[in-house]
């Protein structure tokens, strides 16, 4: 049974950079979730795709993200990381971390739906 475990959330200011994590267990070899991605919810929106990263480490982001955030991910570990900087107060909101077994690209990465395993999240706030 995979679970998955955001950690590093918090307040900042506009303008600062947080770090995100992601451990994944249950799972034998960190490669075998073939696409890890982040995703955040703001109060009163829906879900949206932020990053994704696949087990080869190739990364795409989302339009309101690209040049700020950077995913990346440690198989040896089943660990995804999302570094962000540059932060407005438009990225608050709770972050998610997903996994799914197949791959990121085919079928589009950032549909909700694809995703098999999810952690509970972790706010970051930006004031």
């Known amino acids: 049974h995979v679970q998955l475990v955001e950690s590093g959330g918090g307040s900042v200011q506009a303008g600062g950079s947080l770090s995100l994590s992601c451990a994944a267990s249950g799972t034998g070899d960190g490669s075998e979730l073939k696409c890890r991605a982040w995703f955040r919810q703001a109060p009163g929106q829906e879900r949206e795709g932020v990053a994704a990263a696949s087990s080869g480490g190739i990364t795409d982001y989302a339009d309101s993200v690209k040049g700020r955030f950077t995913i990346s991910r440690d198989n040896d570990k089943n660990m995804v990381y999302l570094q962000m900087s540059s932060l407005r107060p438009e990225d608050t909101a709770m972050y998610y971390c997903?996994?799914?077994?197949?791959?990121?690209?085919?079928?589009?990465?950032?549909?909700?739906?694809?995703?098999?395993?999810w952690g509970r999240g972790t706010q970051v706030t930006v004031s």
């Open positions: 997903a996994a799914v077994l197949g791959g990121c690209w085919s079928g589009g990465w950032p549909r909700i739906a694809r995703y098999h395993y």
